[in-house]
Nanobody, 126 residues
Framework: VQLQASGGGLVQAGGSLRPSCAASGRIFSNYVMGWFRQAPGKEREFVAATSWSRGTTYYVDSVLGRFTISRDNAKSTVYLQMNSLKPEDTANYYC????????????????????WGQGTQVTVSS
């Protein structure tokens, strides 16, 4: 599986962005797609995930109510709608894919994801 992320950019605080992640290769029904982010000098952290088959979603508390993860199975693409952006959301955002064996909770650790895309930079100015 290859993942290609795009759609980052520079936005003012309070603005919105919608990065996308296009997947190529075989995506199985038990796959989960996730977004992680990494700010300079910090560890890569989980942001959101969605199951490929059911569309179940899971978020880190800090983005609840502001970010929405969704997928378009026909296009093999996952999106991260980011609203009410804050300067602390500034980071390189990575998409990832892995296999889940449970319906809930969805994987949120980096080592639970096998495939990774390159990052797309999101910068939020104050």
């Amino acid at each position: 599986v290859q993942l290609q992320a795009s759609g980052g950019g520079l936005v003012q605080a309070g603005g919105s962005l919608r990065p996308s992640c296009a997947a190529s290769g075989r995506i199985f029904s038990n796959y989960v797609m996730g977004w992680f982010r990494q700010a300079p000098g910090k560890e890569r952290e989980f942001v959101a995930a969605t199951s490929w088959s059911r569309g179940t979603t899971y978020y880190v508390d800090s983005v609840l109510g502001r970010f929405t993860i969704s997928r378009d199975n026909a296009k093999s693409t996952v999106y991260l709608q980011m609203n009410s952006l804050k300067p602390e959301d500034t980071a390189n955002y990575y998409c990832a894919a892995g296999i889940t064996y449970t319906a809930w909770p969805l994987p949120s650790r980096k080592d639970e994801y096998t495939y990774w895309g390159q990052g797309t930079q999101v910068t939020v100015s104050s």
